[in-house]
């Protein structure tokens, strides 16, 4: 069994900042790309940014030069360092993980529950 927790989410006024954490856990052999996805009230799920496991990273438009995504393999852990936010960033986060359960297994993703970021005064 593989578990992603977030955590690190709540409320903040804009032009705050959070960091949000996603811990892996559980039967894990290799940890490949992971991410951060986010989904509004009424929209689609959007992806935010990906992270791989060597520490490369891309963002979406809208969080560029706000948002940063890093990474320790040691912890199995990433997180989202969330700047200047703005009541657009309303939502909830997820985390993704493409993650090999055994040296058997092929790479198969993995979502968290989910947290919740509110931006408003």
């Known amino acids: 069994q593989v578990q992603l927790v977030e955590s690190g989410g709540g409320l903040v006024q804009p032009g705050g900042s959070l960091r949000l954490s996603c811990a892996a856990s559980?039967?894990?052999?290799?940890?490949?790309?992971m991410a951060w996805y986010r989904q509004a009230p009424g929209k689609e799920r959007e992806l935010v940014g990906t992270?791989?496991?060597?520490?490369?990273?891309n963002y979406a438009d809208s969080v560029k030069g706000r948002f940063t995504i890093s990474r320790d393999n040691a912890k199995n852990t990433i997180y989202l360092q969330m700047n200047a936010l703005k009541p657009g960033d309303t939502a909830v986060y997820y985390c993704?993980?493409?993650?090999?359960?055994?040296?058997?297994?092929?790479?198969?993703?993995?979502w968290g529950q989910g947290t919740q970021v509110t931006v408003s005064s």
């Open positions: 993704n993980a493409n993650l090999r359960k055994s040296l058997t297994d092929n790479y198969s993703n993995t």
């Open positions: 559980g039967s894990i052999f290799r940890i490949g790309t």
């Open positions: 992270i791989s496991s060597i520490g490369s990273t």
